[in-house]
C-alpha cells in the first residue's frame, strides 16, 4: 500500500501484492462489520474494555479482542493497556450522526459486493445480469433509493469541501442547475457557502423526495427548487442562464453517445459569466479507481463507463467553452471547469503548481511528484560512479562536463520546489517529454524552470567524435551526473526505484523539473 492506496509498483516482484489483492476483502470485511455493528458510535463516548463492547454488540469476549486487534493494526482503533477507543480518523468519519460520517457510503460499498460475486457471469454476458427483482415492494425500492441517496451524501460533502475552495469569491447573486443532484450536496455546499445563491436540483422523482429533505434538515428551504425529470430527455433540464451547472459523478452514469448530448444540453443552458463544473472520476488522476468504477458501471448500469477528462475537455472545447485541464482533488475524483471565456476561468483559485502538474501528467508521464527542492539529496559520492564504472564518462552532458556536487547543492537553494517526473523507456521519447514539461513550465510563467533527466542524454544516437554538442539547446545533463542521488531523491518523494537485477526488469526513467 502507498500513500493508503494499494498500487501496483511494476518494479516489484515478489508475489506479496498479489496476496494483498487476493485479502482485499479481508479489509473490507473488517470495516463493514465494525461500521454495521456500530463499534466506533459505541466508542464515541470513550474508550471500553473488550469485554464491554462485545457486551454492547453481543458478542463473543474472545473473538471480539481478536477483531478489536485488527482494527488497531489497521489505524481505525487505538489501544492503551486494556482500553480500546477511537482514532482521530474514525472518530471523525466513523461515528453515526457527526459531520463528516461516511458510513452510509461504506455500507452501501458492502450492498454492492453481491453484485460484484457476478463480475464473471457479466464479462460473459457483456453486460450487467443482476437486477433489483421485478416483485420488489415499495418499501423495499424506497429503502434501496434511500441508501444509496445518503452513501451519496456522505462522499459528496466531503468533496464539495474540497471543490469550494476553488470557487473562493467567485459568486455574488445567481443560479445554480445540480443536474443528476442524488441528495443535492454539492448544491448544498455551494448554497452554505454563497448567500447570493439558489438551485435548482435535477434527478428522478423517488430521489428528489429524499434530497429534498435533507437540504431543508440543513435550514436551505426556501432557497432551492426540485425538478423531477429524466436527464436523457430533451427537454429535461430547466431554462437558463445558470451562473453554474453542476455535473457531480454524471458522466460516468451512461454511454459517450448520452453523455455528449447531456454535455450540450448543459452547456446550453449556461450564463455568459457562468461556469460548467464536472466532478467525476478521471484516469488521468486514479487510473487504478477508474478502471475499477469502470468496472462497477458494467456489473451495475445498462451502459455506465468512466469517460477521461480529456474526452470531457475536447467535448466542452468542440461547444465553444474553454476549459481548465484537469484539477485533481486530494481524494479520489477530479474537476473539470468550463466557462464561455477563458477570463472565467482566471477568477478561479486554481494554484498554479497544481495545474502545471495536471499538464505534465497529460504529456505522459506515469507520475508527478512534487517535494521541496531542498530535498533532492546531493552527497559528494555520486559523480565518482560515473568517473568510474559508467562507459558515458566523458560525454558532453556528463562529468566532468556537468556541474560537481557544490554547484548543484547551491543551484539547488536557488529553487522552492521540484518535481519528479516518472516514465519509462524509450529513453529518446522520455526525454523529448521532459523537455516538454520543461517547456510548459516555462511557459506558465516558471522562468527559471530547468530541467535534468536520469542517464546519459539520448538525443542523438551518438555524440560527437569532438568538439561540443550538436543540440545544445534540447540536451540536459542526468540527475547523477551533476551530484543528485536518484534513489534517495525519489524515495523522498514517496517514489520508489530499484536497482535492475536482470534484462528483463521493468525500467523506470526519473527526471527532476526545478521551480521558482
Ligand atoms: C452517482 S449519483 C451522483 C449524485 C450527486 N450528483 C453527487 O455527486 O453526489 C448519480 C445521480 O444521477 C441521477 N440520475 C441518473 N440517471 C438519471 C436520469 N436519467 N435522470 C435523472 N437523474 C438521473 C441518479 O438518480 C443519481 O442521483
Sequence with gaps: ???????????????????????????????????????????????????????????????TERFLNALCTLGLLGRNGDVFFNTRLSDTYLVGGREHYQGNSILWRKYLRESWRGLRECLEAGGRVAYPPPEESGENMRRRVEMYIRAMDDVAGTKVREILPVFEGVFGTGRILDVGAGSGAVAAGFLQCFPGLTATLVDLPEV???????????????????HPA??????????????????????????????????????????AGGYLLVHDFFPEHRPEKAALLDLNMLINTYNGRVLSAGWVREELEAR?????????????????IAARDAGALGRLRLAPEQRLISRIRSLGFREVRSIPAAEVHVPDWVDLRCRYGCENYGRPHCPPHTPPPEKTR?????????????????????QRRVLAAEREAFRTGYYK???????????????????????????????EGCGIDVYETVRRAGLSLRTLQDRRDYVKYFALLLLE
Aim: charged share 20%.
Design 1 to 63: 500500500m502507498k500513500n493508503g492506496f494499494l498500487k501496483h509498483d511494476p518494479q516489484d516482484l515478489s508475489p506479496q501484492y498479489l496476496e494483498d489483492l487476493a485479502t482485499g476483502y479481508w479489509f473490507s470485511e473488517v470495516l463493514f462489520t465494525a461500521v454495521e455493528a456500530g463499534l466506533f458510535t459505541l466508542l464515541a463516548g470513550g474508550g471500553m474494555r473488550a469485554a464491554e463492547i462485545a457486551a454492547a454488540l453481543g458478542f463473543d469476549p474472545a473473538g
Design 208 to 226: 428528489l423526495e429524499f434530497a429534498k429533505g435533507m437540504l431543508e434538515e440543513r435550514g436551505l428551504g426556501g432557497r432551492f427548487t426540485c
Design 230 to 271: 429524466n436527464i436523457l430527455e430533451p427537454d429535461a433540464l430547466p431554462e437558463g442562464p445558470f451562473e453554474l451547472v453542476i455535473l457531480s459523478n454524471i458522466v460516468h452514469a451512461y454511454s459517450e453517445r448520452e453523455i455528449a448530448l447531456l454535455l450540450s444540453r448543459a452547456a446550453g443552458c449556461l450564463g
Design 320 to 336: 465553444g467553452l474553454c476549459c481548465t485541464e484537469p484539477v485533481p482533488l486530494r481524494t479520489d475524483t477530479a474537476l473539470v
Design 410 to 430: 547551491a543551484a539547488l537553494r536557488d529553487f522552492s520546489t521540484a518535481l519528479l517526473l516518472e516514465g519509462e523507456p524509450p529513453a529518446r521519447d522520455f
Design 449 to 479: 524552470a530547468l530541467a535534468f533527466w536520469a542517464g546519459p542524454c539520448a538525443f542523438c544516437p551518438s555524440c560527437p567524435e569532438s568538439g561540443p554538442c550538436r543540440h545544445p539547446g534540447e540536451a540536459r545533463p542526468s540527475m
